[in-house]
């Protein structure tokens, strides 16, 4: 459904190393810059045609996170989703929510990680056990 995600940050070079270290657990390359137009530093992260993507903002304000989202990526087993979270604590991410493991609801189990990212931006690690 969604072709990219950009998320804004105060400090494009922590987000980057932050961002490499993430992805890398998940199998990606490290963010490609492409600077905007009008010079802004933006890092491409390229996943099975669709992208996310980490700028600095275009109106030179500072970043804000939204309250209530969360940016959620998939996984292929539990051990790629620890792995996910050990790379995002371990380059300036803070573990948030529960611990990550597998919450059971009604119907289905799932195994979930969360981090905030260095500008406070809320993630998930996210894989349907059953």
């Given amino acids: 459904m969604f072709s990219h995600v950009m998320i804004g940050t105060n400090d494009i070079e922590e987000s980057r190393i932050f961002y490499d ?40 304000n ?33 573990s948030i929510e529960e611990p990550p493991g597998i919450r059971n609801y009604e119907k289905f189990s799932m195994y979930l990680a969360y981090l905030k990212d260095p500008t406070g931006h809320k993630l998930c690690a996210a894989m349907v056990i059953d």
Avoid: C
């Avoid at 490609?32 to 137009?37: E, G």
């Avoid at 500072?62 to 940016?71: E, H, K, L, Q, R």
């Fill in 62 to 94: 500072a970043a804000t996170v939204a309250n209530g989202s969360t940016i959620g990526f998939n996984i292929e087993s539990i051990e790629q989703g620890d792995a996910w979270h050990k790379a995002g604590i371990d380059n300036g991410g803070t």
């Fill in 21 to 60: 270290k993430l992805f890398e657990a998940l199998g990606s390359d490290s963010g490609k810059m492409y600077p905007n137009l009008t010079g802004q530093k933006r890092y491409f992260y390229n996943f099975n045609g669709t992208s996310f993507v980490i700028t600095q903002p275009i109106d030179g």
